[in-house]
């Protein structure tokens, strides 16, 4: 596995696209409300790229894909497509994932959200499912192995009772939407390639509070949980900086 190392003029253009697509998650919140459709979500989100950053929504057109921002309503674990037909309503949970391309470089983030108020185990799975990610973030740096993440994800997800998805992970990217390598959000400490200052990926822990396994709708992209159970997830794009990481995606409410 390889991940091509990225020069700093590199890393600036993905932190112009990264805030861009941190912007996009901070502007959809408001609108996150129960009534709305998830494709109302979706053109909010495509007239602001378009619009407003004159930027490129990665997801739309990106291998058949319909739409500009994929949107995981409770069950669907990822890739969820926005329809008009989905009406979001009180005590759901969604998950708004959004890429966004600028000047050919790419920012990937994806964010939890609530509509209205949440059950309280809804809402302990978004919890835990994004402590997953920042305890991850936490040991990013040179030296750091991919099965290191995978194991600090799992460990977290596990000792709090959710199984973690293998059929889906993070990924390589830059001036490519996805490439290697695969962040597993599964592994064992030690194991793995090695990560150096100036790669760029993602982490984007997807838990489940039943069965891990996952199943694709017939429309090639939707993918639920097996058991129709709730499933969180949330995303960053990072830099590997000399002695830590950067996170490229962040958004304001963050401190890192």
């Not at 305890?135 to 030296?143: E, F, N, S």
């Not at 429309?219 to 058991?227: F, I, L, M, S």
Request: aromatic share 6%; charged share 20%; hydrophobic share 35%.
């Amino acid at each position: 596995m390889t991940n091509a190392i990225k020069t700093p003029e590199q890393i600036a253009k993905m932190r112009t696209a990264g805030r861009l697509a941190a912007e996009v998650l901070e502007m959809i919140g408001d609108y996150v409300v129960p009534g709305t459709t998830t494709e109302a979500l979706n053109q909010r989100c495509h007239d602001h790229i378009v619009n407003v950053q004159k930027a490129i929504p990665a997801c739309l057109g990106y291998r058949g894909f319909p739409k500009s921002i994929c949107t995981s309503v409770n069950e669907v674990i990822c890739h969820g497509i926005p329809s008009e037909n989905k009406v979001l309503k009180k005590g759901d949970i969604i998950n708004i994932d959004v890429t966004v391309i600028k000047d050919g470089w790419y920012g990937d983030t994806s964010k939890m959200y609530c509509v209205g108020k949440p059950a309280p185990h809804a809402e302990r799975l978004v919890k835990i499912t994004q402590e997953c990610l920042y305890r991850a973030i936490d040991i990013v740096r040179p030296g750091t192995t991919l099965g290191d993440i995978g194991h600090t994800i799992q460990q977290h997800a596990e000792s709090n009772y959710y199984s973690v998805v293998k059929d889906f992970c993070g990924h390589g990217i830059g001036d490519e939407f996805h490439s290697e390598p695969q962040i597993l959000h599964y592994g064992k400490p030690g194991t793995g390639q090695i990560l150096e200052q100036g790669m760029t990926f993602t982490i984007e822990p997807m838990l489940n509070a039943g069965k891990p396994g996952s199943k694709v709708l017939r429309d090639g992209w939707t993918a639920v949980t097996v058991d129709r159970r709730l499933s969180a997830q949330w995303e960053h794009t990072m830099a590997v900086t000399a002695n830590g990481v950067e996170i490229l995606t962040a958004r304001n409410e963050e401190s890192f």
